[in-house]
């Protein structure tokens, strides 16, 4: 299969490569001028569970390929776009008149509808997915990242199409199990208030990274993401459908905070993920954050652990 990654982030080039691996090609769409201050290669400093429980480290010096133009006629399979939810209107909006044949795999967090998320995008040529991998560039260019044996995928309410089941394929033959979650759209939902009531937290500390081996910022966290569950239910979430995603959260924060303390500090898969986010600059959280509170505001339900991390993630001039 013929595969575009859009963007070069740290969930895109971890899938790139582990597509490559499994005999696809794969390019980078990057945008004008970034290919020479990438350069060439990408260092990959990675903790792979595909064949190991525990993970196996790989060291590797990948050659990639660029291109800064996307013509309508390309002949790609697949593009697969995951991006910040903040940037989705931007790409599917330059992705539309771009999209030829190909199928375009949305892969990464939504808070709108999904099909309106999509913008006008063609929704029979949509696959979507959710990365289970984590990681961030160091200063000196190196990916320190994590990639579990698994990826999470799911439909709107209806079996899988022949373009979903061949994008499926794909990620099966690169050694990766697939997961179905029925009621996808809900599943995205419980996953970004899940990452609000972290991310809250990892912004009072200055990054996520300084979450890892926190109990008690990790029991803040969890406690703000308790506190997010009613805003799912106000959206009207059936929140009975994703008993295992909300455990972590309806659970004593006696047991999970200590657990996850500890697996964040002394598990390499947990803590690569975590502490590979270390930029204090980082836009994601914040917007994420904003657009959880701007939602419970608009439906009238308290959170008030996010609204007081607000002034951490407010633009300048509200708040």
């Not at 209806?158 to 759209?185: N, W, Y």
């Not at 002394?266 to 904003?290: G, I, K, M, N, Y």
Request: net charge neutral; glycine share 10%.
């Amino acid at each position: 299969m013929k595969i575009l990654m859009f963007g070069r982030g740290a969930i895109a080039t971890i899938y790139g490569w582990t597509l490559h691996q499994a005999g696809h090609d794969v390019e980078f769409y990057v945008r004008p001028g970034r290919a020479a201050t990438y350069g060439d290669t990408v260092d990959l400093d990675l903790v792979d569970t595909r064949r190991r429980v525990w993970g196996q480290r790989v060291v590797d010096k990948w050659p990639v390929r660029y291109r800064e133009a996307l013509e309508p006629d390309h002949d790609f399979d697949l593009i697969v776009l995951s991006v910040p939810h903040h940037r989705l209107p931007e790409a599917t909006a330059f992705l539309t008149p771009r999209v030829g044949q190909a199928t375009v795999l949305v892969f990464g967090n939504l808070w709108t509808e999904p099909l309106v998320a999509i913008g006008a995008l063609p929704p029979d040529r949509i696959a979507w997915g959710f990365p289970q991998a984590g990681g961030g560039f160091s200063e000196d260019g190196v990916l320190n990242g994590a990639l579990l044996s698994s990826v999470v995928f799911g439909t709107l309410g209806r079996p899988p199409t022949d373009r979903e089941r061949a994008v499926r394929q794909a990620f099966r033959e690169a050694g990766l199990r697939i997961k179905e979650r029925p009621d996808f759209r809900g599943w995205l939902w419980v996953h970004f208030v899940s990452d609000a009531g972290l991310f809250s937290q990892g912004l009072r500390l200055g990054s996520l990274s300084e979450l890892a081996g926190s109990t008690g910022d990790l029991r803040e966290g969890l406690l703000a993401g308790r506190e997010l569950l009613p805003l799912l239910q106000a959206r009207g979430i059936d929140l009975r459908r994703h008993r295992g995603g909300v455990l972590p959260f309806r659970a004593p924060t006696w047991l999970t905070a200590p657990v996850l303390a500890w697996l964040t500090a002394h598990v390499a898969l947990a803590r690569v993920s975590l502490t590979a986010q270390s930029d204090p600059d980082a836009e994601e959280p914040r917007e994420v954050c904003r657009d959880t509170l701007a939602e419970a505001r608009r439906l009238g339900v308290s959170v008030p652990r996010l609204e007081a991390a607000e002034p951490l993630f407010a633009r300048e001039g509200t708040g």
